[in-house]
């Protein structure tokens, strides 16, 4: 059964999934997908996090039609960076764009879309005052976001994060009246996948990313 | 092994724990418990967020010493929140503060404690010109930290993450060496668990969170 994957498997292998299948996902799957992200911890266990579900196929419409014109703004300019590649590292950059340019079109598509919501008046935001961006506000809801991808993993589920919708956040909120001060930070399409689905990824090694004791020190 | 933990496991035993023992943690558990933290997604797969492993006594110590003085201006309010309290609802939360005390003073004996920083000019903060904090940022860097808290979990080492030292942004960035353009983001305190460790956690059910369609949909 899909809930024995190992975590580190679950984590090695948890690639964004675009190309997803309209097939209903049933609610025990769904339940479970969830629970993962309601277990995650949040700043004094606040919780200042919701989550709507969204299935009904006209919401799900109308989140496709406000996600394709932020999405063909994004994608001119990821396509032209591609340009600058070469080889295998530009070949899978086109394999990437070419799948997000499929999700642009078929958002809506997708038979659950995910929209998750914060309450920024019950976080401590402890960065709020500081002269550059504020991000703390994000580690009472990510850590949640991040265990719904890892049980989408888990599930067979394929999944992708995109905050473009955040664009459009005045647009969301009265179309799933979404009261104040509650507000977007996560969308996420997600279904069975069309092609593989899950597998191997490509990330920076644990050596470029951590240091000892100080900045640049070799781990 | 503890590798092998499954996912809905590591899940829903990963507990804040804030009682650490100062054994040393071997390398490979180090290792394992980064590499969780570097398979994390973030946006444009760009991982814009490094790892400061402070090890050293010293450097531990003077975390500390930053540390006590914003728990202990932090405390007395969670204290005076407890007193609205009764039953078991009080004596879980007085019991979860006397944790955080005893971390208070111990802070700096944790045998690691990872800093957690980000590079706010290379992300893509879509929210950043909405009349409400900026959350989103955090969307490329918490997914990292939650993986490495669950693989904590799985390695069967305590941790807590905190965000109170992006008070003392400046004298963290000054004793760790970083430079601009990075920040702080995280603080996670990680060693063997002095008493049982990981356990039960206390979350609201789903139905208190995931709304079907819109706000408020029963799910």
């Given at each position: 059964?899909?809930?024995e ?7 090695s ?10 097939e ?46 932020e ?10 960076n ?16 070419r ?6 079109e ?110 640049q020190?070799?781990?």
């Amino acid at each position: 059964m899909a809930a024995e994957v190992g975590l580190y498997e679950a984590m090695s292998t948890l690639r964004a999934v675009r190309r997803l299948r309209s097939e209903t996902i049933p609610d025990d799957v769904l339940q479970r997908i969830l629970q993962a992200g309601a277990w995650a911890p949040s700043g004094g266990n606040v919780q200042p996090w919701r989550v709507v579900v969204a299935k009904d196929p006209q919401i799900r419409s109308q989140l496709g039609e406000l996600y394709a014109p932020e999405w063909a703004k994004y994608r001119s300019g990821a396509w032209k960076n591609v340009e600058r590649l070469t080889g295998e590292a530009r070949a899978g950059q086109e394999r990437m764009l070419r799948a997000a340019d499929h999700l642009g079109e078929h958002f809506g598509s997708a038979p659950v879309i995910l929209v998750f919501c914060f309450n920024p008046t019950t976080m401590a935001i402890t960065d709020s005052d500081l002269p550059r961006p504020s991000v703390v506000g994000g580690g009472s809801v990510y850590p949640a976001v991040q265990n719904v991808m890892l049980a989408c993993r888990a599930e067979g589920i394929g999944c992708t994060l995109t905050t473009l919708l955040c664009f459009q956040e005045d647009a969301v909120r009265e179309l799933l009246a979404i009261p104040d001060p509650w507000y977007t930070c996560a969308f996420m399409p997600i279904g069975y996948p069309e092609l593989r689905g899950h597998g191997p990824i490509s990330r920076r090694p644990v050596e470029k990313l951590a240091y000892l004791d100080r900045w640049q020190g070799k781990f």
